[in-house]
């Protein structure tokens, strides 16, 4: 874990430092890669420089500058691939004590990625990684469509990463909260590098996340604002300490379905209670063996480790009624030090910059009636009404690579956030 990262005039406008290592380089003011050989990311324990012929996953796959693993999944196959946009990459890593990303074989967390279009906008996306994967996992859900409209883009591991990330810091919530003090970090970084780069500052910044990186994107437009003109919010995760949170509908569903699926009405209508959507029981056999379980009890560990004993993260699949079994997790009933550490992360509804949200509304990981319409009420309770816009995205489920799967079912959200950036693009003019 690192220190509460300090914002400072200072590092935002350092625009000189060696570079650690490069590949080829250019020294000229303009044309392709100019300036490469100048830049530094302050604060970076390590940085690398690449001048490349493509920026987007047309062609950092073959060259060796994504790692498709980090983003498998994410999107439908038939999700249009831009290409065409030559520029620079830095990859590297600040300071940290954890190690659980592996790329680069680094073992280091606090990974990051910038990329630098040699035809720039003038624009910034700043972007945390969904789940608990690594720096690139945005690479075709939004690095690909922004870096083809001229943006540059950079992207944080969170600062811990994989199914065990709960081992990083020392009290509940550390590693969550470690998750926002690196986007802000990694933000206030890159504006300098993009200074450093095309000579002024991004004359337009955008935080842009799925999933838990759209919790971080609400989470700094209501804490750092000032870092950003506005935010695309792709069904980020919602946390508060008096729910709703995931801790009310996971057990539920834990407890329910082994019932539904032996043919309980009960045991169905339980399900429905809990949040998810009627229509979207197709989806819950997968999402029971894949996310419901893990995700409870992971998250559970994070905030409240003492609940299991000495037990690393549960029982995996346990039944209603086993000892310390998270199905039978109840969060209302929890001391009150775990509902503080809720609320280290908690959200508030207080946006200071414009916010687009996109949910599908068959969101089976994370149901949209107990997520983004309950954060489009606290931000309307909070007055902040006119700074939001939301669309509810029908037949959207949580991860698009069930697309494939359904394609008859299911409806896309990656080309419905394309179109929700141009909007956010023409609502910031």
């Known amino acids: 874990m690192i220190a509460r990262v300090a914002v400072l005039a200072a590092a935002v406008l350092a625009v000189t430092g060696p570079v650690a290592t490069a590949d080829t380089v250019h020294n000229g003011a303009s044309g392709h890669c100019a300036r490469a050989d100048r830049l530094h990311v302050p604060a970076a324990a390590h940085q690398e420089v690449s001048c490349l012929d493509e920026l987007t996953t047309a062609g950092t796959v073959a060259s060796g500058h994504t790692v498709e693993a980090d983003w498998t999944g994410l999107t439908q196959a038939s999700l249009p691939q831009p290409s065409g946009v030559p520029g620079i990459q830095v990859d590297g890593y600040f300071p940290d004590t954890s190690t659980t990303n592996a790329n680069h074989g680094w073992n280091h967390d606090a990974q990051f990625v910038l990329r630098l279009p040699d035809h720039w906008n003038g624009g910034l996306v700043v972007s945390g990684s969904p789940g608990n994967r690594r720096q690139y996992a945005n690479d075709r859900?939004?690095?690909?469509?922004?870096?083809?409209?001229?943006?540059?883009?950079?992207?944080?591991?969170?600062?811990?990463?994989?199914?065990?990330?709960?081992?990083d810091g020392n009290r509940p919530g550390d590693a969550i909260a470690e998750w926002n003090t690196r986007v802000t970090q990694l933000a206030v970084a890159a504006k300098a590098v993009v200074a450093q780069r095309?000579?002024?500052l991004p004359a337009r910044t955008i935080a842009a996340g799925i999933s838990n990186g759209g919790y971080l994107v609400r989470w700094q437009l209501e804490n750092k604002p000032w870092l950003y003109d506005g935010g695309l919010d792709w069904e980020g995760t919602l946390w508060t300490a008096k729910g709703p949170n995931m801790f009310g509908f996971l057990p539920a569903a834990m407890r329910a379905y082994p019932a539904y699926a032996a043919g309980s009405p009960e045991a169905h209508q339980a399900m429905l209670d809990a949040g998810f959507a009627p229509g979207s029981e197709f989806l819950w056999p997968y999402h029971n063996k894949v996310y419901w379980d893990f995700t409870q009890r992971v998250y559970r560990e994070e905030l409240d480790p003492s609940f299991d004993g000495d037990l690393d993260a549960g029982i995996p699949y346990c039944a209603s009624g086993?000892?310390?079994c998270d199905a039978d997790y109840d969060y209302a009933t929890r001391p009150a030090s775990v509902h503080r550490a809720v609320a280290r992360i908690a959200l508030t509804g207080r946006i200071g910059k414009p916010l687009i949200t996109l949910h599908g509304t068959l969101d089976t990981l994370l149901p949209i009636s107990q997520d983004s319409d309950a954060y489009a009420r606290m931000i309307h309770d909070a007055g902040r009404a006119d700074l939001f816009r939301y669309h509810r995205i029908e037949n959207g489920t949580h991860v698009d690579g069930l697309v494939d799967a359904y394609p008859d079912q299911l409806e896309p959200l990656a080309p419905h956030f394309r179109t929700a950036f141009d909007e956010l693009e023409s609502w910031l003019r």
């Open 141 to 167: 859900a939004i690095a690909d469509s922004v870096l083809a409209k001229g943006y540059a883009f950079a992207a944080t591991d969170k600062g811990n990463t994989g199914p065990a990330f709960y081992h």
């Open 198 to 200: 095309y000579g002024h």
């Open 322 to 324: 086993t000892p310390n």
